[in-house]
C-alpha cells in the first residue's frame, strides 16, 4: 500500500503571499490532520479532517485554514504568510480517526522570506 | 487542553547501553499514548503505542510502561544501537478529541558506537 504523499516538498514564499499544501492519504484512510513542526515548537496540532468535515482545530491564527475532498485527499492554505510560518508542515492519516495510529507523510518544508 | 511534558529533551548513550525517555500528561481523558521516531530529513515513524488498558507493551528491544495514575509514560530502549539515533517523539491522545495528537517537545537520543 502507498504511503501518506505531499505535494510541493520544498517551497519558498515571500511575506504576505498565500501557499496551498497537498496531502494525499493511505488508501481508505478518511481521517487526515495537519501539523506544523518547528525546532522551538516541536509538532503542533493545526487540524483534522474527516469526511470532509473539520473535527478538529488546534490553536492557530485563522490565516491557516483547510478542506478535504471526498477522495480524502486534503489540502491546507496559509494566507497572508509571515516569517514566522516557516516550518516543515506534516500531514498523518489514519483510518476512522479515533485512537489510532496516525501515518505520516513526509511534509513539506516551507521557508518565508 | 492537554499538555505533554517529555524529558530529557538530549540523551548520549554508549552502544548496547539502555535508554529511557520519560513523558508525563495531564489530561485524564487522555487514552492512547504513540511514540514515534524521527530520523534527521524523514517523517515521523510509529515504533511502539500503548492504550490506557495496558500497563506495559515490548517489541523487541523497546517497551513502553504506562503509569495512568500517575499520569506519565516511558519509553525504554535496550541494547541501543548507532541506528537508534533519532529524535523521539511522545504523543497523548484524549478520547473526546477524535484523533487529536498532543506531542512532546522531542528527545535527540545519539548512541556512541
Known amino acids: 500500500k502507498a504511503g501518506v504523499t505531499q505535494t510541493p516538498r520544498y517551497l519558498i514564499k515571500t511575506r504576505g503571499q498565500q501557499v496551498t499544501l497537498s496531502c494525499s492519504p493511505i488508501?481508505?484512510?478518511?481521517?487526515v490532520s495537519w501539523y506544523q513542526q518547528t525546532p522551538g515548537q516541536g509538532l503542533q496540532f493545526l487540524f483534522e479532517y474527516f469526511s470532509e468535515t473539520q473535527r478538529n482545530k488546534g490553536n492557530f491564527p485563522g490565516r491557516f485554514s483547510g478542506r478535504q475532498f471526498s477522495n480524502s485527499r486534503s489540502e491546507m492554505n496559509v494566507s497572508t504568510l509571515e516569517l514566522g510560518d516557516s516550518a516543515l508542515y506534516l500531514c498523518?492519516?489514519?483510518?476512522?480517526?479515533?485512537?489510532?495510529?496516525?501515518?505520516f507523510g513526509p511534509g513539506t518544508r516551507l521557508l518565508v522570506l | 487542553g492537554e499538555n505533554v511534558e517529555q524529558h530529557p529533551s538530549t540523551l548520549s548513550v554508549q552502544e548496547g547501553d539502555s535508554a529511557v525517555i520519560k513523558c508525563t500528561y495531564s489530561?485524564?481523558?487522555?487514552?492512547?499514548f504513540p511514540w514515534y521516531k524521527q530520523e534527521l530529513g524523514k517523517r515521523p515513524q510509529l515504533i511502539i503505542d500503548i492504550r490506557s488498558n495496558v500497563g506495559e507493551k515490548k517489541d523487541q528491544r523497546i517497551a513502553v510502561t504506562l503509569n495512568k495514575t500517575a499520569k506519565h509514560f516511558s519509553l525504554h530502549i535496550t541494547e541501543t544501537q548507532p541506528e537508534d539515533s533519532a529524535v523521539y517523539f511522545c504523543?497523548?491522545?484524549?478520547?473526546?478529541?477524535?484523533?487529536?495528537?498532543?506531542f512532546g517537545t522531542g528527545t535527540s537520543l545519539t548512541v556512541i558506537p
Open positions: 498523518a492519516s489514519s483510518l476512522i480517526g479515533t485512537e489510532e495510529t496516525q501515518y
Open positions: 488508501s481508505g484512510h478518511r481521517s
Open positions: 504523543a497523548a491522545s484524549p478520547w473526546d478529541t477524535g484523533n487529536q495528537f498532543y
Open positions: 489530561d485524564s481523558a487522555s487514552n492512547y
